[in-house]
C-alpha cells in the first residue's frame, strides 16, 4: 500500500492532503521538482503546473537541472523542506533510489526511483513507469493478451519498467536485447522474482526469429528506427510495437511501424500516466487527465 499524501513540508506549508474534495483548495503551496541533468526542454513543468491549476492547488513544479556530482546537495535541500516531492529522470533514477530512506513497490524491484515524496525530512522512493505504461496501452486499447511474447530492446530503466508491465500481462516468453549482453543479463536477475526474461543479443540476425513470433517489441533505448536491429517486415501482423520515445515528432519507429499496418504507440501517453501517478502521490487528489494531456500535447507540439 502507499504511505498517505505528504503532510508538512518547508515552513510549515502544506501539500495537498489525501481525501480531499474535488471542490476544497489545499492549504498551502505544493513545491515540486523535476531532478535530472539535460532536461531543459522536458515537458513536463507544463504538464503538471496544468494539474495543479486544474484542482486549486497552489504550487510550483520546476526543474532542478544538475550533474551527478551535484545531486548530493540537490537532495540535500530537498530533505531539507525546499519542496515537498520530485519527480526523477535521466540519469539520477538509480542513484536517487540508493539515497532514499524506503522505496516503495516497483521502486524496490527495479532500484530505480521517478517519484521521491519528502516526509519529515526523509526521502520516499517510488517508481510510477511501469504502472504508467500499462495505463497508456490499456488506454490505446494495445494492452497485450495473456500469453503474448515480447522482445524489449534496452536495458536500462525505461526497459525495466517495460518488463514489469509485461509481467503483469502476463505475457509468455520476454527477450531482453541490450548493446551491453551483461546489462541484459543483470536486468533480467534483477526482475527473476517477478519474472522470466532471456536475454538475446543485439543483432538483427539473432533477433529474427524471436521477432517473428512476439505479439510486442518495446523500443526502451534512445535510438531511432535505423539504429535498431529490427526489420519490420519480419513481424506477424497482429505484432504492437511500442517506442517509449516521444521527441522528436512524429515518432520515426511508430510512424513506420504504423505504415507497415501494425499497431504503434509512441511513448507520450506513459509520460502523462506516470505523471498522473506521480501527482495523485503528491496531492491525494484525482489528477485532471484532460486538462494534463491537453497541456502535455501543446508543450511537444502535437
Not at 510512424?255 to 496531492?283: K, N, V, Y
Amino acid at each position: 500500500m502507499w504511505p498517505q499524501p505528504l503532510q508538512q513540508h518547508r515552513r510549515g506549508a502544506r501539500c495537498a492532503g489525501a481525501a480531499v474534495p474535488e471542490q476544497s483548495l489545499p492549504m498551502s503551496p505544493t513545491d515540486l521538482w523535476l531532478l535530472g541533468h539535460g532536461i531543459t526542454a522536458s515537458p513536463s513543468p507544463r504538464m503538471q503546473e496544468a494539474a495543479l491549476r486544474a484542482r486549486g492547488v497552489e504550487g510550483s513544479y520546476r526543474i532542478v537541472d544538475v550533474t551527478p556530482d551535484e545531486l548530493g546537495e540537490a537532495l540535500r535541500r530537498l530533505r531539507a523542506g525546499e519542496a515537498c516531492g520530485a519527480n526523477v529522470t535521466i540519469p539520477h533514477k538509480l542513484a536517487v533510489a540508493a539515497a532514499c530512506d524506503r522505496l516503495e513497490g516497483d521502486a524496490a524491484l527495479t532500484g530505480a526511483v521517478n517519484t521521491v515524496v519528502v516526509e519529515e525530512g526523509r526521502l520516499l522512493g517510488a517508481n510510477t513507469d511501469a504502472a504508467g505504461l500499462e495505463g497508456a496501452l490499456r488506454g490505446a486499447g494495445l494492452w497485450p493478451a495473456a500469453g503474448t511474447d515480447a522482445v524489449v530492446l534496452g536495458a536500462g530503466g525505461a526497459a525495466a519498467a517495460a518488463l514489469l508491465a509485461l509481467s503483469r500481462v502476463p505475457a509468455g516468453r520476454i527477450w531482453i536485447a541490450a548493446r551491453r549482453p551483461e546489462a541484459a543479463r543483470q536486468l533480467a536477475e534483477r526482475l527473476a522474482p517477478v519474472l522470466d526474461a532471456t536475454p538475446a543479443a543485439w543483432d538483427a540476425a539473432a533477433l529474427e526469429p524471436l521477432l517473428a513470433g512476439a505479439g510486442t517489441v518495446v523500443n526502451a533505448t534512445p535510438s531511432g528506427l535505423a539504429g535498431l536491429p529490427l526489420r519490420l517486415d519480419g513481424l506477424p501482423a497482429g505484432c504492437t510495437v511500442v517506442d517509449l520515445r516521444y521527441r522528436p515528432r512524429p515518432v520515426d519507429l511508430v510512424a513506420a511501424a504504423g505504415a507497415a499496418g501494425l499497431r504503434a504507440c509512441d511513448g507520450l501517453e506513459m509520460l502523462l500516466h506516470q505523471g498522473m501517478l506521480s501527482f495523485r502521490r503528491w496531492t491525494g487528489l484525482e489528477p485532471p487527465w484532460d486538462e494534463a494531456r491537453a497541456a502535455l500535447h501543446a508543450a511537444v507540439g502535437g
